[in-house]
């Protein structure tokens, strides 16, 4: 094929307006407006909520873009093929059967179409500015951008029922959201197939050079196969920008759509198993798992298939050739399967100890005051340091054989490629190729196994992004995703306890058994017993947070787990013996993070708590930052503001475990005030206490022994048998507290 000067013309005109259509385009697609920003520093502003913007990565103009851009270097290769290859003389042989009626149909309608386009553009579509003319066609459907539209989601539907037709079987989540994504996996397959056809440009340049332009002395067909090439790899540039922009977004809606499912396993897990392994390695897995498919390393998987596609059109030169790079391929092949045998274990161990030593870092930085206090930092650094040594160890395994075997494959490369050039050499010494053959085919041959090699290269990614799929997908299959049940009305009457048995998350030994009593609306229960009696634990079951492995709770009647947790969420006010706050402001903190909280209830709740006063006195009031579990504020303060957003909205239940461990003696006053109040408006108040003082103000009084209830009545009674009156004996007299003493 010779270019003539006039086909050249033409090639620049249909580059240029190319360019010019696709940056028109680009610029039509552009955002007009940004975004306004989020003002800060307004009293309880909730975020605020965006439409979920959902879309094909890939459109069905962009897939036929692709198929018009394969047609055309389809032709080209098939034209550059040498004279003698076994592709010429299958094209021969075809020939001699007559074409069918329809293909001769769209052969005279592409010769008319060419013919109109030649009247209106007053340039000659020849063949070859014809296929040309129908590859910039493919590339500008490909890569101009299309509108994309806003899914609205209306404000007041629920978010049970919009996220019921996503729901999936437990585990099946990230293979649920990688299917979502298979039409955007198509679009990477056919981009990958045709940057694997545009990566014989190079190969096919320097055949067309040594075999064409040499031998005629054409500089008008010299400028010409320039000018396709260069074109060409712009083609192959834009294209493979497009498959990598692709997987990002593929990685990203697969984050989106199991997110959420992690956040709450995150959340689930320590209520299920107890603090067992690291907490935070779920979200690390779904971190991998999308860093992998943003990488180059899922390219490889998409090219690896193309590697016969290769080997065919090198076999096509001469099957000495062929059977040369399948030798090498099949070597290649065997070093990437060797890589997997050894690599396994190591990886999965060197996964086990980063995880051990994540958590003693974890453990160490918490309890970073006791280590100082006590002189523990060293011997927990030797620990530290012992598990970290086992880490890299593993990690330099696993690192040895990947690279090593990386480097062998990419020197067998080379040495392969070096190999197709003597075999070449030898062929053409014998008349069997021509020179051109020589460069294409050693080009060809690095190409074809440049798969293996990157798959070899990126292989201990793919090894972790398998071992993350694999932990995730265990873990959501553990923690099937709630369903909600149907809300129930507010409660309003009584609290049973109905012969209740609790045992720590992931533990089968019982830790409180056989507690049953009924409490109703406004009355006030005091929680007494030595340390390790099983009072927290009994309080965390009584709000929902641990489940009784024996036994029911009931709110009128109604078991705990027959409300839905959120809903649940608003008649319970609890606060922990082990206060913990979250890093935000203080009034966001007291209404539970609420979007859109009301202020007027934030302050409410502040009031009733006692520390309105406390608050306003901070720099910046109720939008005072309190830092990462409220290390901004002193241990009193944080408990009061706890307790604060315990009584937030009034809700019926309320549990207190030593509310009074860190308060003076306004703040004790002011605890008491509270509980009044609770009692006054119809609520329940449970308080777990050591200080005899605070029960002034409850009704009933239930000791607790070895996990058992030891005795329950009014709180006078109770408070008389465990501290009787002193025998009447002056000689030995001693001060008496105003209040019993109770068990410690």
């Not at 999308?290 to 080997?311: H, K, M, Q």
């Not at 995880?355 to 006590?374: G, H, K």
Request: charged fraction near 20%.
């Amino acid at each position: 094929m010779v270019f003539s000067d006039h086909s050249i013309t033409g090639i620049l005109t249909f580059l240029a307006g190319a360019a010019f259509v696709l940056a028109a385009s680009h610029r039509r697609a552009a955002p007009r407006h940004k975004a306004a920003p989020m003002k800060h520093g307004q009293l309880l502003r909730g975020p605020r909520h965006r439409s979920s913007r959902r879309h094909s990565a890939v459109t069905s103009w962009q897939v036929a873009g692709a198929i018009l851009f394969m047609l055309p270097l389809l032709r080209f290769a098939f034209e550059f093929l040498p004279a003698n290859s076994a592709w010429k003389s299958a094209r021969s042989a075809f020939a001699v059967a007559p074409w069918p009626a329809w293909m001769e149909s769209l052969t005279a309608s592409a010769a008319s179409v060419r013919d109109q386009l030649t009247k209106l553009t007053g340039v000659a579509l020849d063949g070859p500015l014809f296929w040309l003319a129908v590859a910039v066609l493919g590339l500008m459907l490909m890569v101009v951008p299309r509108r994309r539209r806003r899914r609205r989601v209306s404000a007041n539907t629920p978010a049970a029922t919009f996220s019921a037709t996503q729901r999936r079987a437990p585990g099946t989540e990230l293979a649920g959201a990688l299917r979502s994504c298979r039409g955007a996996l198509a679009g990477v397959a056919i981009f990958s197939g045709v940057s694997n056809i545009l990566m014989l440009n190079g190969a096919i340049f320097m055949l067309q050079v040594y075999d064409r332009v040499l031998p005629s002395r054409s500089v008008p067909t010299l400028i010409g196969l320039s000018m396709l090439a260069a074109a060409l790899f712009l083609g192959q540039a834009v294209i493979d920008l497009l498959r990598g922009r692709i997987m990002t977004r593929i990685g990203a809606e697969l984050d989106e759509c199991v997110s959420g499912r992690v956040f709450s396993a995150i959340a689930r897990l320590p209520l299920l198993v107890g603090h067992q392994g690291e907490g935070l390695q779920p979200q690390r897995d779904l971190d991998s798992i999308r860093t992998f498919l943003a990488s180059p390393g899922p390219n490889a998987l998409f090219e690896l298939p193309w590697l016969p596609f290769y080997i065919a059109i090198i076999w096509s030169f001469h099957p000495i050739l062929g059977l040369t790079a399948i030798g090498g391929a099949i070597v290649l092949v065997a070093l990437t399967i060797t890589t997997e045998m050894l690599t396994r274990k190591p990886a999965s161990a060197a996964t086990s100890s980063g995880i051990r030593r994540n958590n003693l870092a974890e453990a160490s930085r918490r309890n970073a005051e006791v280590l100082a206090a006590m002189g523990m930092r060293r011997r927990l650094h030797e620990q530290w340091q012992e598990t970290s040594r086992e880490h890299i160890a593993q990690q330099q395994r696993v690192s040895d054989v990947v690279g090593g075997l990386g480097s062998l494959s990419r020197a067998l490369r080379l040495m392969l490629q070096s190999a197709m050039l003597g075999v070449g050499a030898w062929l053409v010494i014998h008349g069997e190729a021509t020179a051109g053959v020589i460069i294409a085919g050693s080009i060809l041959a690095g190409r074809a196994l440049a798969p293996v090699d990157l798959a070899i290269a990126h292989w201990r990614n793919f090894i972790s992004a398998r071992q993350s799929w694999r932990r995730l997908s265990q873990l959501l299959s553990r923690l099937p995703d709630e369903v909600g049940p149907m809300a129930l009305p507010a409660p309003r009457s009584s609290l049973t306890v109905d012969r209740v048995a609790v045992s720590a998350p992931g533990t089968q030994r019982l830790i409180v058994q056989g507690i049953e009593f009924n409490l109703s609306a406004g009355v006030g229960l005091g929680v007494i017993g030595a340390s390790g009696s099983g009072k927290s634990t009994f309080v965390r079951a009584l709000v929902g947070a641990w489940r009784p492995t024996i036994g029911r709770i009931k709110l009128d009647g109604a078991a705990l787990d027959q409300w839905p947790q959120d809903h649940l969420g608003r008649y319970i006010g609890y606060l922990p013996q082990d206060v913990e706050l979250f890093s935000g402001t203080v009034a966001t903190n007291i209404a539970r993070f609420e979007p859109a909280a009301d202020a007027e209830a934030v302050v409410a709740a502040a009031r009733a708590a006692g520390v309105h006063d406390l608050i306003v006195s901070l720099p910046n009031g109720y939008e005072t930052q309190i830092g990462e579990g409220g290390t901004a504020l002193s241990a009193g303060q944080r408990q009061r503001i706890a307790l604060a957003r315990a009584l937030y909205r009034d809700p019926f239940l309320i549990v207190l475990d030593e509310p009074n461990s860190n308060l003076d003696a306004d703040g004790e006053s002011a605890l008491g005030e509270a509980i009044k109040r609770i009692k006054a408006r119809g609520g329940i108040v449970v308080i777990v206490t050591h200080r005899p003082n605070i029960l002034a103000a409850v009704d009933l009084v239930m000791e607790m022994k070895e996990g058992q209830m030891q005795t329950l009545g009014p709180r006078e009674r109770v408070l008389s048998k465990l501290s009787p009156p002193q025998p009447a004996n002056t000689d030995f007299l001693r001060p008496v507290a105003i209040h019993p003493k109770l068990p410690n």
